[in-house]
């Protein structure tokens, strides 16, 4: 009897395992992004859709569109609205138009280090965000790093708060990021990604402002000179799927995906910061003058920032901007508990 109960209780096992493989459909995902297929975030892009392989018995699959083939970040967040585009990777900020408490991701000088930006957008506050994507047409599969932002430029080296006076700066296309340099002094302009490295090097444009990876494997050093580790602003991706692929998948499938994007997160994280350390010293290898910015001139650029930061905390949700720095809070009361 207990040999047959064993007998039952395999195959029981085994129609389960059938009926569970037989809800996971062969599918390749399409996935767009903007940046070039040996920056990071390409690379966690591959990773994904390896983990997505492993986990599916090689039924699930994702295809990298990379360097902008199928849009900008814009572009394609309109494409998976529509259903014609099944995965991107934008960053938080072009979200904003659709969900503004988004938004104060991006308000300058908020995060001190990496380690804060995760623990905020991977607890209940980056969580609620995400959930307010699907009535959008889009569902949020986590944030990946994009990281600190810094100003590069090919007139001059920036020393001071004053010295972004004047200087023609491409920004990401938000009134954020527009109000936040016109503030600096800065003559903000606002344009794809996807278009600045001809804009800088037809010098449409002085320079702009993206975190050490970009500028790197952008080849940025190429048509600027002079980089300004300003660090003021962390700037987080989002990883897409467009509702109507997400509604079409079994509940099996979406949860590989999830488990696959969770995986690929990780991954990101820790293959950006280690890409990171190094890109500075590439950078300098490669001909660009880099200088840090005082503890003082980041204390005036705080204080031009001002009237930025109390305009866009109301915009995005006084309650959305409290509620984060709460969590800010809880995070750096956890950090100096544990010192």
Known sequence: MQFRSLGVAAALLAALAGSASAQVKEHTFKIGTGLSEDHPQAQALKYF?????AKSGGKLNARVYASGSLGNDVSMTSALRGGTLEMTIPDSSTLVSLVKPFGVLNLPLTFNNEQEADAVLDGPFGQKLLAKLPEKGLVGLGFWE???????????AIQSADDLNGLKLRVIQSPLFLDTFSALGANATPMPFTELYSAMEQKAVDGQENPPATI???KFYEVQKHLVLSRHMYSAWVLLMSKKTWDGLSAEEQKIVQDAAREAKLYERK??????ETALADLKK???QITELPAAEQAKMRTKLQPVL????????EDTTA????ELAKVRGGASAAK
Do not use: C, D, P, Y
């Open 216 to 218: 790197l494997a952008s």
């Open 49 to 53: 859709g390896e983990q997505l392989a």
């Open 286 to 288: 490669a001909g660009m």
């Open 310 to 317: 109390a305009k866009f905390s109301k915009e995005f949700g």
């Open 146 to 156: 994009n990281g600190f932002r810094h100003v590069t430029n090919s007139r001059r």
């Open 323 to 326: 509620e984060m720095n709460g």
């Open 271 to 276: 293959t950006i910061r280690a890409f990171s």
